[in-house]
């Protein structure tokens, strides 16, 4: 089946820990994107890829880190720098070409602080 | 199962009824709109599009009405059924380059049976 995973469902984080988010698909589709919900509030883009080896940040970046080594993956880290994490976490992905920019959500992390 | 959203506009409709929701977007250069459905603890999932060049594009059991003028994004669904009930949020897209899609906040539809 072709599609997105994302693992784990859950996270839980220590103070001060790292932890990063797994996100793969096999749909081929060039571009990637990391997102943030919280309660009450939209999708807010964290990082996105267009690009193998290449990323660009969104509106709320610190805190965060990525890397494109492979088309199929793009893992979040979510670093110690990050004071407020618990959330819900999304991966997305699209083919990346302009009239080809649908982008297919995962099923999400949800973090929590212990 | 998860809340994905405490404090979002609820729109509550009979089971069999038509729903519309609505969405105001920001930007007046966006040219590309999708409306997403999510339903607790999960992704969202795609539902629909349309482009500026269109006013009005239908679906199975959805239609998409798009006012440029207002910058108004409207998604009507016949038929209201259970499964219905989920978080909708309209995204757009501005049309320099591949710049990624802005949400808005979301309705929930809560469907009575």
């Known amino acids: 089946d072709g599609g997105i995973t994302q693992s784990p469902k859950y996270l839980f984080r220590k103070e001060g820990q790292n932890v990063t988010l797994s996100c793969e698909q096999n749909?081929?589709?060039?571009?990637m994107y990391w997102y943030r919900q919280d309660p009450g509030q939209g999708l807010r883009l964290i990082y996105y890829?267009?690009?193998?080896?290449?990323?660009q940040k969104g509106d709320i970046a610190e805190g965060y880190s990525v890397s494109r080594e492979k088309k199929e993956s793009f893992p979040l880290t979510v670093t110690s720098a990050q004071k407020n994490p618990t959330a819900f976490y999304l991966c997305?992905?699209?083919?990346?070409?302009?009239?080809?920019?649908?982008?297919?959500f995962g099923p999400g992390t949800r973090l929590l602080v212990l | 199962g998860e809340s994905v959203g405490l404090h979002l506009p609820t729109l509550s409709v009979q089971e069999g009824d038509n729903s519309i929701i609505n969405c105001a977007y920001s930007?007046?250069?966006?040219?590309?709109f999708i409306w997403y459905k999510q339903e607790s603890g999960k992704g969202p999932q795609f539902i629909i599009d349309?482009?500026?060049?269109?006013d009005k594009r239908q679906g199975q059991r959805v239609t998409v009405l798009l006012n440029k003028t207002v910058k108004h994004l409207s998604l009507q669904i016949a038929a209201t059924q259970p499964g219905d009930s989920a978080v909708y949020f309209c995204?757009?897209?501005?049309?320099?380059?591949?710049?990624?899609?802005?949400f808005g906040k979301g309705t929930r539809l809560s469907v009575i049976a």
């Open positions: 749909l081929n589709h060039d571009a």
């Open positions: 349309i482009r500026s060049n269109m």
């Open positions: 890829s267009q690009i193998v080896n290449d990323f």
């Open positions: 995204a757009e897209m501005a049309p320099s380059g591949n710049t990624p899609l802005v």
């Open positions: 930007n007046s250069a966006s040219d590309y």
């Open positions: 997305a992905s699209s083919i990346g070409t302009r009239y080809q920019e649908t982008q297919y």
